[in-house]
T-cell receptor, first 114, second 109 residues
Framework: SAVISQKPSRDICQRGTSLTIQCQVD?????MFWYRQQPGQSLTLIATANQGSEATYESGFVIDKFPISRPNLTFSTLTVSNMSPEDSSIYLC???????????FGPGTRLTVT | DAKTTQPPSMDCAEGRAANLPCNHS???????VYWYRQIHSQGPQYIIHGLKNNETNEMASLIITEDRKSSTLILPHATLRDTAVYYC??????????FGDGTTLTVKP
């Protein structure tokens, strides 16, 4: 398994500002992922962040809006830029490990944009 | 990734077995079946995965049909703490997962 922490756990932000979410893992992992979960919805993958390479974004998500850093094998950040109320969601990071790359998730960051 | 189909909701009596079905009729030969659950306000939790053989761990059992077109997650003795949304995912072991709507399991006393 993996122990994953996220900061902040929740935040309330004003429209037009940016928030950076941190994800820390207790041991080195190659593959990290960022997901978004809008209220009452399932999880949607934003991007894959592998150390040493640029993040790979899913359809509908762009780097200018969701820049990601992956400076080492235990840490990643996701920035939600120029926020609008539609960005109000839970943002989760996850890592893939194990013999078949099962995923382990952080507790999530609950973001409310007013 | 292959698409999965799950019932939107199920109920189960506390102490009884909970059997959660998943249909994945378009699964490819190299794709695994993964199960996760998400308890309210928490991040998803990995439960179990399998390729074609039945699997069991301390949390659950996974039964995969011989043609691999469907599977069942079994929680042998459901408790109130098992109330959650259960996601069945099919993936070729690439790490990232595509989550559907899942099944909301409600365990009732």
């Amino acid at each position: 398994s993996a122990v994953i922490s996220q900061k902040p756990s929740r935040d309330i932000c004003q429209r037009g500002t940016s928030l950076t979410i941190q994800c820390q893992v207790d041991s080195q992992v190659t593959m990290m992922f960022w997901y978004r979960q809008q209220p009452g919805q399932s999880l949607t993958l934003i991007a894959t962040a592998n150390q040493g390479s640029e993040a790979t974004y899913e359809s509908g998500f762009v780097i200018d809006k969701f820049p990601i850093s992956r400076p080492n094998l235990t840490f990643s950040t996701l920035t939600v830029s120029n926020m609008s109320p539609e960005d109000s969601s839970i943002y989760l990071c996850s890592v893939a490990r194990g013999n078949r790359y099962e995923q382990y998730f952080g507790p999530g960051t609950r973001l409310t944009v007013t | 990734d292959a698409k999965t189909t799950q019932p939107p909701s199920m109920d189960c009596a506390e102490g009884r077995a909970a059997n959660l079905p998943c249909n994945h009729s378009t699964i490819s030969g190299n794709e695994y079946v993964y199960w996760y659950r998400q308890i309210h306000s928490q991040g998803p939790q990995y439960i179990i995965h399998g390729l074609k053989n039945n699997e069991t761990n301390e949390m659950a059992s996974l039964i995969i049909t011989e043609d691999r077109k469907s599977s069942t997650l079994i929680l042998p003795h459901a408790t109130l703490r098992d109330t959650a949304v259960y996601y069945c995912i099919v993936s070729p072991n690439a790490g990232k997962s595509t989550f559907g709507d899942g099944t909301t399991l409600t365990v009732k006393p």
